[in-house]
């Protein structure tokens, strides 16, 4: 079984941009969280998506936003980037209640 | 709110000891730790998930245990091979699907 990828792996983006950031989840697996990781911060909730509905948000700005669509891939946006977003992306994905199996990561680097 | 901790930050043994590494938190309402591991650069890699209602779980030379009323869980690594070096991360949830991560424990074994 194919195990969780994000696209890219790779962003370099200037200041002001925004970017998009995708997911797709191990297959049968509905519910899909994002996670910033920086070496200030450590591992930090984003939000969870579970059959395209947004189940829980951590505490970041507005900036950060997310979807799920029907086949339970999910994508995020960050707008007006920051210096500060410049950050290893990482989601994971679940069957209800239980383990959390992760991705590579999108390593995203603001200029 | 809930606060995971990891002791020792960093640990270097030579190879074939047996180790411990430490994992507080303050909330004791969880309902799922897992414990992963990190290797530099990389996505997360699951190792254990405990459940609530159990006290400990196995996996080769992994053994993690959990006791919900003091807030702690141990990972136990039996005879730790070079292969084993990683930061290793111990996350709480309560249920909610937003995992709370701890700070990670770096941990290098000697050839």
């Known amino acids: 079984k194919a195990g969780v990828t994000q696209t890219p792996r790779y962003l370099i983006k200037t200041r002001g941009q925004q970017v998009t950031l995708s997911c797709s989840p191990i297959s049968g697996h509905r519910s899909v969280s994002w996670y910033q990781q920086t070496p200030g911060q450590g591992l930090q909730f984003l939000f969870e998506y579970f059959s395209e509905t947004q189940r829980n948000k951590g505490n970041f700005p507005g900036r950060f936003s997310g979807r799920q669509f029907s086949n339970s891939r999910s994508e995020m946006n960050v707008s007006t980037l920051e210096l500060g977003d410049s950050a290893l992306y990482l989601c994971?994905?679940?069957?209800?209640?239980?383990?959390?199996?992760f991705g590579p990561g999108t390593r995203l680097t603001v200029l | 709110k809930q606060e995971v901790t990891q002791i020792p930050a960093a640990l270097s043994v030579p190879e074939g000891e047996n180790l411990v590494l430490n994992c507080s938190f303050t909330d004791s309402a969880i309902y799922n730790l897992q414990w992963f591991r990190q290797d530099p650069g990389k996505g997360l890699t699951s190792l254990l998930l405990i459940q609530s209602s159990q006290r400990e779980q196995t996996s080769g030379r992994l053994n993690a245990s959990l006791d919900k009323s003091s807030g702690r869980s141990t990972l136990y690594i039996a005879a730790s091979q070079p292969g084993d070096s990683a930061t290793y991360l111990c996350a709480v949830s309560k249920g909610t699907y937003k995992y709370i991560f701890g700070t990670g424990t770096r941990l290098k074994v000697l050839a």
């Open positions: 994971a994905s679940s069957l209800e209640q239980n383990e959390q199996f």
